[in-house]
């Protein structure tokens, strides 16, 4: 190995560190500052150098102490520590002094990526003080996660109760929906972590450790299930934001429409009284010239003729009964407008 190497700052080592080889770091490692470690280990990780994984089992297998592997572990990306967990989950002494430098974020990241597999491996280092301490960081975050999550979906459930229905736009409704989906996958994807957590737990000696995990996921799904809901059938506050769309269907008394009232009274919510304005639509092709449509008086059988005609044209856009409407997400005049021009 050249001793040009060894005269490298971090960031010369982060720059060109991936063109050393995998002997060259096994010579490189016992003898670096700790500056240097940090540098070559971000210098060959899986977005600076193709051959990351074999270099970075070069350079934690050439350690020479703890607190080498100890500063290898700040920086160490998740994706690397993964692939040491592969190769040397036997090797017992290599992985707690990894665990110990990385930082709380990064083992999270650790815990959604790993494997089956690589689950089990960590498993074996329940006992150890290490991994204890990663948990125990891993909760108090999950429990602001979670509060995070269960504020953001009261707020959304405030703005949808107080939603101006008849005025809704397609560009807000699917604010809403892209708003509310995020909550619930975000919060479906830490309750998987929280899961896989709970079986790390179980392998400590923890037993408040186990309890708290225990008591977190139980939160999260009560969270998930009971105020977010599923989108199919709709329940918590998909249900919360199905019912506040379909007021503009459901009014007291007769007035309300059913799912199987026809087209024609759907679009009697959204303003849609005369024949310019089925016109405007393009529920009228038959006529060319809407000039008359206001002021002419027809006969009976004209009207009558008008109405099958409007009737033909919402069959063939599909939209027969309310309950077309609603699986087509109509709910307001901008909304059908919006499903007009797009059909």
Same mark, same amino acid.
């Given at each position: ?13 982060? /720059? *060109? $560190?991936?063109?050393? =080889?995998?002997? +060259? ?8 500052? *700790? ?7 971000? $210098? ?45 989950? /036997?090797? &017992?002494?290599?992985?707690?002094? !990894? ?20 689950? /089990?491996?960590?498993?074996? /280092?329940?006992? %150890? ?40 736009? *397609? ?10 989906? =995020?909550? &619930?996958?975000?919060? +479906? ?13 179980? &392998? ?31 329940? $918590?506050?998909?249900?919360?934001? %199905?019912?506040? !769309? ?52 027809? =006969? ?16 063939? !856009? ?26």
């Amino acid at each position: 190995m050249n001793d040009h190497w060894l005269q490298m700052s971090t960031d010369e080592l982060i /720059e *060109k $560190g991936h063109h050393l =080889t995998t002997d +060259e770091i096994t010579q490189f490692t016992p003898q670096a500052s *700790k500056e240097q470690l940090l540098g070559l280990t971000v $210098g060959i990780n899986e977005r600076h150098d193709a051959a990351w994984k074999e270099k970075t089992h070069s350079l934690i297998a050439a350690t020479i102490n703890r607190p080498q592997l100890e500063t290898i572990g700040t920086v160490l990306t998740p994706t690397q520590f993964l692939s040491v967990v592969d190769v040397n989950g /036997e090797e &017992h002494r290599l992985l707690p002094p !990894l665990v110990v430098g990385m930082h709380h974020r990064d083992f999270l990241r650790v815990i959604t990526k790993a494997t089956p597999k690589q689950l /089990e491996t960590l498993k074996h /280092e329940g006992l %150890t003080e290490p991994l204890q301490f990663q948990l125990r960081l891993l909760f108090k975050a999950w429990i602001k996660e979670i509060d995070k999550q269960c504020t953001g979906a009261m707020a959304l459930e405030k703005e949808i109760t107080q939603l101006n229905v008849t005025a809704l736009t *397609k560009e807000k409704l699917t604010l809403i929906e892209e708003r509310l989906t =995020t909550i &619930h996958t975000a919060l +479906e994807q830490t309750l998987a972590d929280i899961q896989k957590a709970l079986s790390l737990a179980w &392998h400590t000696n923890r037993l408040e450790l186990i309890e708290k995990y225990g008591s977190l996921k139980e939160i999260g799904n009560k969270t998930l299930h009971l105020i977010l809901g599923d989108p199919h059938p709709p329940t $918590g506050l998909y249900l919360v934001l %199905t019912n506040q !769309l379909n007021t503009i269907f459901a009014k007291d008394g007769v007035d309300t429409l059913t799912d199987d009232d026809p087209a024609l009274e759907a679009l009697s919510r959204f303003s849609v009284w005369y024949l310019e304005d089925y016109w405007k639509l393009g529920l009228l092709p038959s006529v060319s010239d809407p000039t008359n449509l206001k002021t002419q008086n027809y =006969t009976e059988a004209e009207l009558e003729a008008f109405t099958e005609e409007i009737k033909h044209s919402l069959n063939a !856009l599909g939209l027969t009964t309310v309950r077309d409407f609603k699986a087509r997400k109509i709910y307001s005049r901008p909304l059908l407008e919006a499903f007009f021009h797009e059909t």
